[in-house]
T-cell receptor, first 116, second 111 residues
Framework: SAVISQKPSRDICQRGTSLTIQCQVD?????MFWYRQQPGQSLTLIAT?????????ESGFVIDKFPISRPNLTFSTLTVSNLSPEDSSIYLC?????????????FGQGTRLTVV | AQSVTQPDIHITVSEGASLELRCNYS??????LFWYVQSPGQGLQLLLK??????LVQGIKGFEAEFKRSQSSFNLRKPSVHWSDAAEYFC?????????FGAGTTVTVRA
């Protein structure tokens, strides 16, 4: 299994500012994923972050709004830029399973963002 | 494209009663299927998963799910629910660790 630590766990931000969310994993993983969970909604994949390459964004998400860094195999950041109230969501980091568990995605506790 | 449908938005069940949550998927190949639970204020926890083999899968917390290819379904069941099972449940399908989630089913447990 993988233990994922996300920071911050929650934040309240002013519109027009940015928030950077950190995701730290206790083991090396090739792929890291960022999801968004809007209030009362399911999870939607934002992008896939591989170490050493640019993130791959899903339809409807762009790098200018959601820049991602992946400096090494245990860490990634997601920045939500130019915040608006519509960005109020839970943002979750996810990684592939390790330790012979096969195809399995592990999730961090999430970052609850409120934009005011 | 892969997709998941959870027909039931909200289910209320009495403590001790049985629970079944429905999940239907659309996927071009043999799917990897998952059930996750999200308790209030908590992250996602994997209940169980199906990759291949036995179509009846046992998970944690007394949950099981049955994969039925002919019906494109992967329904989650628990014979006797506990008050602590009140949560939101997500069915997901995917591969390469990228998941498509259903809309979720909220389970309320009444005493």
């Amino acid at each position: 299994s993988a233990v994922i630590s996300q920071k911050p766990s929650r934040d309240i931000c002013q519109r027009g500012t940015s928030l950077t969310i950190q995701c730290q994993v206790d083991s090396q993983v090739t792929m890291m994923f960022w999801y968004r969970q809007q209030p009362g909604q399911s999870l939607t994949l934002i992008a896939t972050a591989n170490q050493g390459s640019e993130a791959t964004y899903e339809s409807g998400f762009v790098i200018d709004k959601f820049p991602i860094s992946r400096p090494n195999l245990t860490f990634s950041t997601l920045t939500v830029s130019n915040l608006s109230p519509e960005d109020s969501s839970i943002y979750l980091c996810s990684v592939e399973g390790t330790g012979g568990s096969g195809t399995e995605a592990f999730f961090g506790q999430g970052t609850r963002l409120t934009v005011v | 494209a892969q997709s998941v449908t959870q027909p039931d938005i909200h289910i209320t069940v009495s403590e001790g009663a049985s629970l079944e949550l429905r999940c239907n998927y659309s996927y071009g190949a043999t799917p990897y299927l998952f059930w996750y639970v999200q308790s209030p204020g908590q992250g996602l926890q994997l209940l169980l998963k199906y990759f291949s083999g036995d179509t009846l899968v046992q998970g944690i917390k007394g949950f099981e799910a049955e994969f039925k290819r002919s019906q494109s379904s992967f329904n989650l069941r628990k014979p006797s629910v506990h008050w602590s099972d009140a949560a939101e449940y997500f069915c997901a399908v995917g591969d390469d660790y990228k998941l498509s989630f259903g809309a979720g089913t909220t389970v309320t447990v009444r005493a």
